[in-house]
C-alpha cells in the first residue's frame, strides 16, 4: 500500500479510536453528542468522495487534527478541558481558553478546505480575491455556529451551558468570531505556499 494510503488510514485510526473512547463517560452526554456530531457527519463524507474528490494530504491531516479538538471539548465540555486550565494558569486568563482555541480551528481548517475547493474548481483565479473570499465562508460558517449555539440555548434553556461554554462572557459571540477570523488569516498566512505544492502534485491527495 502506498504511503499516502498508510497516512490516512492512520489518521483515521486515531480519529476512530479518540471517539470511542471519548464516548465511554463524558462530562455530559449530550453536550458530547453536540460537539462530536460534526465528525460523525464529516467523516463518512470523506470516505464517500476519497477517490472521487480527493483532499491534499496538508488537509486531511488538519481534518484530523480539527476533530480531535472538538472530541476533547466534547469528551470534558470546552469549560473545562485539562489542557485548557493549564493554560489558564500558565498564562493568567480569567477563563479557560480552550473555547478559543476550538474557535481558531473553526478558521484555521476551514480555510484550508475553502481554499482547495474555489482553486480545484477555477472558482477564484485573482488570489486577493482568493483571500477575501476564504475570509467570509469562514466567518459565514463561524456565525452559522453561532446561531446553532442560540438554537440550542433558546430550545434546552439551563441544558445548553455547557455547549454554549461561554463562562459568563457577554462578548462570547463576537470572541469567538473573532478568533474564527484569526485562525483564517493565520492559515492563510503559514500554509499557503505549502498548500500550493501540494495542490501542484499529481493527485491531491499526496
Known amino acids: 500500500m502506498e504511503n499516502k494510503g498508510r497516512v490516512e488510514i492512520l489518521l483515521l485510526a486515531v480519529v476512530l479510536g479518540a471517539l470511542a473512547v471519548s464516548g465511554i463517560a463524558p462530562a455530559d452526554r449530550l453536550t458530547w453528542l453536540m460537539e462530536v456530531l460534526p465528525v460523525m457527519l464529516v467523516v463518512p463524507l470523506l470516505l464517500a468522495t476519497r477517490r472521487s474528490c ?19 471539548g466534547g469528551a470534558y465540555t470546552y469549560a473545562r478541558v485539562p ?6 494558569d500558565l498564562f493568567g486568563f480569567a477563563r479557560n481558553p ?30 486577493g480575491w482568493l483571500v477575501f473570499i476564504v475570509c467570509c465562508i469562514c466567518l459565514a460558517i463561524s ?51 505549502l498548500h500550493d505544492r501540494q495542490l501542484a502534485l499529481p493527485g491531491a491527495s499526496r
Do not use: C, K, N
Not at 489542557?83 to 489558564?88: D, I, K, N, P, V
Not at 484550508?112 to 474548481?121: D, F, G, S
Open 143 to 193: 456565525a452559522l455556529y453561532e446561531l446553532i449555539e442560540w438554537g440550542a440555548a433558546v430550545s434546552m434553556g439551563q441544558g445548553a451551558v455547557e455547549f454554549l461554554g461561554t463562562q459568563g462572557d457577554p462578548w462570547d459571540t463576537q470572541s469567538d468570531m473573532a478568533m474564527a477570523l484569526i485562525g483564517a488569516l493565520a492559515a492563510l498566512f503559514a500554509l499557503t505556499r
Open 98 to 127: 480552550y473555547d478559543r482555541i476550538g474557535h481558531f480551528f473553526q478558521g484555521f481548517v476551514p480555510a484550508i478546505a475553502a481554499r482547495e475547493i474555489l482553486l480545484r474548481r477555477q472558482v477564484v483565479r485573482g488570489r
Open 54 to 72: 480527493p483532499l491534499t494530504r496538508l488537509l486531511y491531516v488538519l481534518i484530523a487534527l480539527h476533530a480531535l479538538v472538538l472530541i476533547l
Open 83 to 88: 489542557a485548557g486550565f493549564w493554560l489558564q
